[in-house]
């Protein structure tokens, strides 16, 4: 089984300012690598996959990239409505795993 | 554009068994676009995927769940189910179930908007 693990477990961001958000795979995932957003109350959306391709609708802001084991989301300039738990998954491998997650707060 | 609902209890017993549905709209679970899997997420905690079902019925789980878990399709009415065996407090949480691009995307998308199940003893 492939562990994800991400880090920080939580970051404190001012608005207007850039997050950047680490995720490292126990072995190479190629780039079959996810990122999605969750907010309470709410199910995660997909924003990008295959580590640095944005899903339908998600603004320019949100980047990714990396491959193999270690990959990074970058949040350009984050808006009220990014302050979130971000999870990775990795989907290059049986079972599929996620991390545990980083939450973005206001600072 | 493709839509997933969860039904099932909400309120299960200790020792008994857990079992959920997912319902596909706007599209079809024969489709072999997709894997179809369920994920949950116990309160105040992360995500653990639990299993996926291909349109051909070919599974895939956990490995920590998968002594207690099946999932099965019901093509006749566009769903796929989960069963839990012999659960405990510690299989209470919020259950999603989720499409899986096979090719393209890879990512989890749709989800459906979860559902909570509590284990009572």
């Known amino acids: 089984e492939i562990v994800m693990t991400q880090s920080p477990a939580t970051l404190s961001v001012s608005p207007g300012e850039r997050a950047t958000l680490s995720c490292r795979a126990s072995?190479?995932?190629?780039?079959?690598l996810a990122w999605y957003q969750q907010k309470p109350g709410q199910a995660p959306r997909l924003l990008i996959y295959g580590a640095s391709t944005r899903a339908t609708g998600i603004p320019a802001r949100f980047s990714g990239s990396g491959s193999g084991t270690d990959f990074t989301l970058t949040i350009s300039s984050l808006q009220s409505e990014d302050f979130a738990v971000y999870y990775c998954q990795q989907h290059n491998n049986w079972p599929l795993t996620f991390g545990g997650g980083t939450k973005v707060e206001i600072k | 554009q493709l839509q997933l609902q969860e039904s099932g209890p909400g309120l299960v017993k200790s020792s008994e068994t857990l079992s959920l549905t997912c319902t596909v709209s706007?599209?079809?679970?024969?489709?072999?676009?997709?894997?179809w899997g369920w994920i949950r997420q116990p309160p105040g905690k992360g995500l653990q995927w639990i299993g996926s079902?291909?349109?051909?019925?070919?599974?895939y789980f956990n490995p920590s769940l998968e002594s207690r878990v099946t999932i099965s399709v019901d093509t006749s009415k566009n769903q796929w189910s989960l069963k839990v065996y012999s659960v405990t407090a510690a299989d209470t949480a919020l259950y999603y179930c989720a499409g899986q691009a096979v090719v393209g995307t890879g990512g989890l998308d749709p989800w459906g908007q979860g559902t909570l199940v509590t284990v009572s003893s």
């Open positions: 072995q190479s995932v190629n780039s079959n």
């Open positions: 706007n599209g079809s679970i024969r489709s072999s676009s997709y894997y």
């Open positions: 079902i291909s349109h051909s019925g070919n599974t």
